[in-house]
């Protein structure tokens, strides 16, 4: 089994529903994204996934999210927008263009991580 990683980031703000205490209210993180890919085939250049197809298609996903107040993007209207529910979206959306996704996970900080994967 092969597994690649790419690294990403952006910053948003968004507030948690539901919630009590500080982050019910607005704020904002410059988060860290990290994509991983599984897979046991190789294409004919021993690659899993071509690095800079994998970043390109994941910094279009980045960029929506990016400089955004995120409770008003349509995706995350009336749910919380919580790390969790971030790398789910990110997932998903990768996963639309590579089937060899295998898990994403999103850094608030340097020491808060939340990732979302399937089995």
């Not at 298609?57 to 409770?71: A, F, P």
Request: glycine share 2%.
């Amino acid at each position: 089994m092969f597994e690649v990683k790419i690294q990403t980031n952006f910053s948003s703000a968004h507030r948690l529903l539901n919630y009590k205490g500080k982050c019910e209210n607005l704020h904002g993180h410059n988060w860290k994204v990290e994509v991983y890919a599984r897979g046991e085939n190789l294409d004919s250049s021993n690659i899993l996934i071509d690095f800079k197809l994998l970043k390109k298609e994941v910094n279009e996903i980045i960029e929506y999210l990016d400089h955004k107040y995120l409770n008003d993007l349509e995706e995350f209207k009336d749910k919380s927008p919580s790390s969790e529910f971030i790398a789910k979206y990110i997932y998903k959306k990768a996963k639309e263009k590579f089937e060899q996704i295998s898990r994403v996970d999103v850094w608030e900080t340097e020491t808060s991580r939340a990732s979302y994967f399937e089995e």
